[in-house]
Each structure stands twice: as structure tokens, then as C-alpha cells.
């Protein structure tokens, strides 16, 4: 069977200030690197029309929802904080995005497509029930996994996030569900502050920090001590993938020091442990990643990796 691969041009209409690093750019510079020969086995599919905001709410409230939906510009942009802004696209976008998870959820929990990579922005591990943050506006990721249970039966759900900034939002929203483990690496201290490895939520959040300067080898050492013990003795029915490329050495928004390789690694480590709980059922969704040639160099890898079922 394929990997599937989810975008669609509307993820271009999320508009950012100029200057801001979570810029259209990145998904053109993604693109080009997938319409290599070496991917022309992908299962490539548009994004379906934006979800239901019942589907949304999977993971926000009802007030946030509409506070997003009716501060869309007409024109320009509406800030949300210091980081975050909506443009006049940005909810369908979002929505979509939401959309395009929930369709790779489907296509690989029936077992259509091998695994899945979404394409997409604006990403989401920082969205809070109630609060946009860092970028994000929705989140993605909590609302797939519980799109996968309420829809598909999956009983358990793991996100797994190698962002190199800590997923506040998923860790709000899945906190007190055991159902969904979350499991991040990501460097500290750094935005947004979270993410010690004390915080365990109801036993099922797994904090790997990693200190300012770390590379491929501590990375490694965090996935083979914390996060694949976790989601071994977890079982999941489904991976969902927090995937960030913003770790990389390369990156201008932080000081890890991971190459493509080791997305590689990590990936090709997750798959091994879906093969033996998950019925290799893997869905991974973009976050950050802000440097063009080496997030479009680290994605690569990462897809080529999933292909390789």
C-alpha cells in the first residue's frame, strides 16, 4: 500500500505578517522537494472541505471556536497575540487543515493507505482548549485522535511530537484523558515554557527535554529511554506524528542540533513499534520547522522513511 500525502493550495491563503516564520514559504519549499521522482509513489489528495466545528470541538470550546471564526479580517490581519494572527483565510485554512487529519485518520484506519503525511498549516501543538498560541489555531492533532476513536473505535490513541518547542496545547487538551498519551522531546528552556518532565498528567504525558545544544545523540537516548518505553507499554491503535523539523541544526528559532538523519531514525523507530501494536497505522502531521531547505531536506526524510513500509 501507498503513503498518502494531504495538502491543498488553501494552506497558502493563511497569510502572516511579513517577516514572520510561519510563512507560506515553507509548504512551496516542501512541495518542490516531494515532486522529486524518488516520491512519485505517493497517494496524493486534496484537502477535504473544512470540518464541522462539532468536529473542532473535539478539543476547543464553543466560545474559542466562534471568537476565531468572527475575528477574520475582511482585510489585513487580526492579532491574537504577539505571535499569532488571522488574515481573511486563516479559518478556512485552519479548518481544513482540522479536515485534511481527520481524512488521513480515515484512509489509514481503513486500512486504504499504509501510513499518511499531512502537509499543511497553520500547525497546531500549541492551541489551547481556549487560547491560540504560537502559530497555532487549532489542534490538529488531539482533534485526529479523538476523530479516531469517536469514528473508528480506536480505544487508544499515542502523539508523539519532536517538535523542538514543547506542545503546550495538545498536553492541555489530552491531560486528563487516559486515552491519548502524549510523548514530546523538545528543547529547554524555550518557548512556551512547558513541558518538565515531571508534568505527567493523569500518567500519561511523557517529557523528554533536551538541553540547549543537543544533537542526534541525546535525541536518540530520549527515544530509546522515555518515549518508545512509553508508548510500548501504552499499546496504541494509532501513532499520530507531532511533526516539527524545527530541531535541526539549521533552524533560526532555537539551538538543537539534529540533522535529517535523525528524523529518519526516529521515524523509522515509530514505525517499528506501530508494526507491533498499531497494525502500522502511523499519521503524521507538519508543525514547525522555519529554516526552507532544511525543513524541505528533513521532510523528505521523513516521508521517504514512511514509504518504506
Not at 498549516?121 to 485522535?145: K, T, Y
Not at 473505535?153 to 498536553?171: E, L, S
Not at 531547505?293 to 514512511?306: C, E, I
Given at each position: 500500500?501507498?503513503?498518502?500525502?494531504?495538502?491543498?493550495?488553501?494552506?497558502?491563503?493563511?497569510?502572516?505578517?511579513?517577516?514572520?516564520?510561519?510563512?507560506?514559504?515553507?509548504?512551496?519549499?516542501?512541495?518542490?522537494?516531494?515532486?522529486?521522482?524518488?516520491?512519485?509513489?505517493?497517494?496524493r489528495?486534496?484537502?477535504?472541505?473544512?470540518?464541522?466545528?462539532?468536529?473542532?470541538?473535539?478539543?476547543?470550546?464553543?466560545?474559542?471556536?466562534?471568537?476565531?471564526?468572527?475575528?477574520?479580517?475582511?482585510?489585513?490581519?487580526?492579532?491574537?497575540?504577539?505571535?499569532?494572527?488571522?488574515?481573511?483565510?486563516?479559518?478556512?485554512?485552519?479548518?481544513?487543515?482540522?479536515?485534511?487529519?481527520?481524512?488521513?485518520?480515515?484512509?489509514?484506519?481503513?486500512?486504504?493507505?499504509?501510513?499518511?503525511?499531512?502537509?499543511?498549516?497553520?500547525?497546531?501543538?500549541?492551541?489551547?482548549?481556549?487560547q491560540?498560541?504560537?502559530?497555532?489555531?487549532?489542534?490538529?492533532?488531539?482533534?485526529?485522535?479523538?476523530?479516531?476513536?469517536?469514528?473508528?473505535?480506536?480505544?487508544?490513541?499515542?502523539?508523539?511530537?519532536?517538535?523542538?518547542?514543547?506542545?503546550?496545547?495538545?498536553?492541555?487538551?489530552?491531560?486528563?484523558?487516559?486515552?491519548?498519551?502524549?510523548a514530546?522531546?523538545?528543547?529547554m528552556?524555550?518557548?512556551?515554557?512547558?513541558?518538565?518532565?515531571?508534568?505527567?498528567?493523569?500518567?500519561?504525558?511523557f517529557?523528554?527535554?533536551?538541553?540547549?545544544?543537543?544533537?542526534?545523540?541525546?535525541?536518540?537516548?530520549?527515544?530509546?529511554?522515555?518515549?518508545?518505553?512509553?508508548?510500548?507499554?501504552?499499546?496504541?491503535?494509532?501513532?499520530?506524528?507531532?511533526?516539527?523539523?524545527?530541531?535541526?541544526?539549521?533552524?533560526?528559532?532555537?539551538?538543537?542540533?539534529?540533522?535529517?538523519?535523525?528524523?529518519?531514525?526516529?521515524?523509522?523507530?515509530?514505525?517499528?513499534?506501530?508494526?507491533?501494536?498499531a497494525?502500522?497505522?502511523i499519521?503524521?502531521?507538519?508543525?514547525?520547522?522555519?529554516?526552507?531547505?532544511?525543513?524541505?531536506?528533513?521532510?523528505?526524510?521523513?516521508?521517504?522513511?514512511?514509504?518504506?513500509v
Amino acid at each position: 500500500m501507498a503513503t498518502l500525502l494531504v495538502s491543498d493550495p488553501i494552506f497558502l491563503e493563511h497569510l502572516v505578517p511579513p517577516g514572520h516564520p510561519e510563512r507560506p514559504e515553507r509548504l512551496r519549499a516542501i512541495d518542490r522537494a516531494l515532486a522529486d521522482e524518488i516520491f512519485a509513489a505517493l497517494e496524493r489528495r486534496t484537502a477535504p472541505a473544512p470540518v464541522s466545528e462539532e468536529t473542532i470541538a473535539f478539543a476547543h470550546d464553543q466560545r474559542y471556536i466562534a471568537l476565531i471564526r468572527d475575528n477574520v479580517p475582511a482585510q489585513g490581519f487580526t492579532r491574537l497575540d504577539a505571535d499569532t494572527t488571522l488574515s481573511p483565510q486563516s479559518y478556512v485554512a485552519a479548518s481544513r487543515a482540522v479536515g485534511a487529519a481527520a481524512m488521513a485518520v480515515d484512509a489509514v484506519m481503513r486500512g486504504s493507505v499504509a501510513n499518511a503525511f499531512c502537509a499543511m498549516r497553520p500547525p497546531g501543538h500549541h492551541a489551547e482548549p481556549s487560547q491560540a498560541m504560537g502559530f497555532c489555531l487549532f489542534a490538529n492533532a488531539v482533534i485526529a485522535a479523538r476523530h479516531a476513536q469517536r469514528a473508528h473505535g480506536a480505544a487508544r490513541v499515542a502523539i508523539v511530537d519532536f517538535d523542538v518547542h514543547h506542545g503546550n496545547g495538545t498536553q492541555a487538551c489530552v491531560w486528563s484523558d487516559p486515552t491519548i498519551l502524549y510523548a514530546s522531546t523538545h528543547q529547554m528552556p524555550l518557548y512556551p515554557g512547558t513541558g518538565a518532565a515531571s508534568e505527567r498528567g493523569v500518567g500519561n504525558v511523557f517529557n523528554a527535554p533536551l538541553a540547549p545544544g543537543a544533537g542526534g545523540v541525546e535525541f536518540n537516548q530520549a527515544y530509546t529511554s522515555i518515549i518508545l518505553p512509553a508508548i510500548e507499554s501504552f499499546a496504541p491503535e494509532l501513532i499520530i506524528i507531532s511533526a516539527g523539523f524545527d530541531a535541526h541544526w539549521r533552524d533560526p528559532l532555537a539551538s538543537l542540533n539534529l540533522e535529517e538523519e535523525d528524523y529518519a531514525s526516529a521515524t523509522q523507530m515509530l514505525m517499528d513499534l506501530a508494526d507491533r501494536h498499531a497494525g502500522s497505522r502511523i499519521v503524521s502531521l507538519l508543525e514547525g520547522g522555519y529554516d526552507l531547505q532544511s525543513l524541505a531536506d528533513s521532510v523528505a526524510a521523513h516521508v521517504k522513511t514512511l514509504m518504506s513500509v
